[in-house]
């Protein structure tokens, strides 16, 4: 049985006021809160083995470095990768895919296609122009409709022998649409490309299987899924690791240098220039082994219970519309209400312990899309509750009421 009130007692930062009010907080889509087990490991790596990795014969360096590759092996199972060398450290969603645009720059020509979708964060939009103007190649973009889909149909349209990487997000952390990334993995392989699959949404609410995928590369970071900030994940197949070049030079990522010639090390040194974030990386594993323990089927159902009741509830609002009412969603809601700025609503009900985001999310295109200047969105965590949920509304409702 799943035991809300147990998880939440891991939850440290879940038992303090803000503004004099119990906190609130749903602004999970951004970065989530961290269970006591993994604030103590962070403390415990820095009291207990806190030394440089892979470059020290002694006990610290060697407990440091067995540690940081205990870690590894934890994210290699948790996605299902096929070698523990196909997991890259990176310090987030963002470099990761910063990491591939990069690599792709060496393998693309001009008049090649590179395919995002409508959906993306800028996090998976602006590396993909920066590698379009350096070789040439053409960006094409998967259209989206009116409940936050992308249309599948334009889709197979705009696949061509011309695409060489389709790069979308798993889950939209605008709208919470879950994209059918195993269809669009399938039909771009037809065709040769590549697929890149942006996780940083899609991590908190499942565990995905990258080898059952079969993408080529799948990125997430780590704060998303209850572990430290700076520090996420690069998995990447093994033949297309070995295509790309390093993306930055230093010490770690080499095998001999001379001032005439660099050899690179093997995978997955390759892309782990310098001194890595030891401490975090270690507590990435951490934290996915906390999770894992709850279950992803576990927080699946009872986050689908909370979008469910919350969308109900927020429906009772007059004048509120919701963007993004995909049938297939996560526990996101994106909204607002008529005639009102929702950066005014966000700022009334802080003032009530309720923490939200509200803006454009990252995702202008969208907000561009439905012709507004952002949304109110409210994102749930398997540590929040439907108790919760009321307050908001009720907080939401004295705040329209307010600004009417």
Not at 26 to 35: E, L, R, V
Not at 67 to 81: D, F, G, K, P
Not at 243 to 272: C, N, R, S, W
Request: with cysteine; proline share 4%; hydrophobic share 40%.
């Amino acid at each position: 049985m799943f035991d809300v009130q147990k998880v939440r007692a891991d939850f440290p930062i879940l038992s303090q006021k803000v503004n004099g009010k119990p906190l609130v907080y749903f602004d999970n889509g951004a970065t989530s809160q961290k269970p006591q087990v993994v604030i103590d490991a962070i403390s415990k790596y820095y009291s207990e083995i806190n030394a440089n990795i892979h470059r020290g014969v002694h006990t610290l360096s060697q407990l440091a470095t067995d540690a940081y590759e205990v870690s590894r092996n934890t994210i290699q199972n948790h996605l299902n990768a096929k070698h523990n060398y196909e997991i890259i450290f990176t310090s987030g969603t963002t470099f990761g895919i910063n990491l591939v645009a990069n690599g792709f720059a060496s393998l693309l020509k001009s008049g090649d296609e590179v395919m995002v979708s409508a959906l993306e964060h800028h996090s998976n939009i602006v590396p993909w122009q920066f590698l379009c103007e350096k070789t040439g190649a053409k960006l094409v973009v998967i259209p989206m409709n009116e409940k936050g889909e992308l249309i599948l149909s334009e889709f197979d349209k705009l696949l061509s022998e011309k695409t060489k990487i389709v790069t979308v997000n798993h889950i939209s952390n605008a709208l919470g649409t879950v994209n059918p990334i195993e269809y669009i993995i399938e039909k771009a392989h037809e065709v040769g490309a590549a697929v890149l699959i942006d996780g940083a949404q899609a991590t908190p609410h499942l565990r995905p299987d990258v080898q059952a995928l079969d993408c080529d590369f799948y990125v997430f970071s780590g704060h998303k899924v209850c572990g430290p900030t700076g520090v996420g994940i690069l998995y990447g197949k093994e033949e297309w690791l070995r295509k790309l070049p390093p993306y930055q030079g230093g010490g770690e990522m080499i095998a001999e240098v001379t001032f005439e010639k660099t050899t690179y090390a093997d995978l997955p040194h390759k892309f782990e220039a310098g001194t890595p974030n030891i401490a975090d990386g270690i507590v990435l594993g951490t934290a996915i082994d906390y999770m894992n323990a709850i279950g992803f089927e576990n927080i699946a159902a009872y986050e689908q219970e909370l979008l469910d009741y919350g969308t109900k509830r927020l429906q009772e609002i007059e004048g509120l519309t919701i963007y993004g009412t995909s049938e297939n969603k996560a526990s996101v809601i994106s909204f607002n209400i008529e005639g009102i700025h929702p950066y005014d609503i966000g700022t009334i009900i802080d003032k009530l312990g309720i923490a939200v985001r509200t803006g454009h999310h990252c995702a202008q295109p969208i907000m561009n899309f439905f012709n507004i200047p952002g949304t109110i969105r409210a994102s749930f965590a398997f540590y929040n509750t439907k108790e919760e949920i009321d307050i908001f509304v009720e907080a939401v409702k004295k705040a329209q009421m307010m600004l009417s």
